[in-house]
């Protein structure tokens, strides 16, 4: 009942960070915008994960990724679809791979 404030609160970290040269905030503010809207399944949910995902290769901390990617890849493994599975296998590779 409350996925509209935390998109809210989401979109407003990523206009946040923008243009702060602080990748990890910038990063972890994409993952939350993308996980809220793969929550609240969203058209545009997997367009931001892949986004997501593919900016969270850039730093170089794994726990840091495992942090952040952790609940986006539970939010899409519980999305039905190919592509939302495609994209939780993405973000455990992430994970894995070492920076």
Known sequence: GRLDTAEQFAAASVRRWEGINNQRART????LLATVHIRAGE?????????????????????ARQQY?????????AQPGNDAKQLARMTRQVIATPA
């Open 28 to 31: 972890n503010a994409g993952i």
């Open 43 to 63: 058209r545009d949910g997997l367009q931001l994960a892949h986004a997501a995902i593919t900016t969270v290769t850039k730093l170089s901390s794994v726990r």
């Open 69 to 77: 990617l952790t609940p986006l890849t539970i939010a899409l493994e």
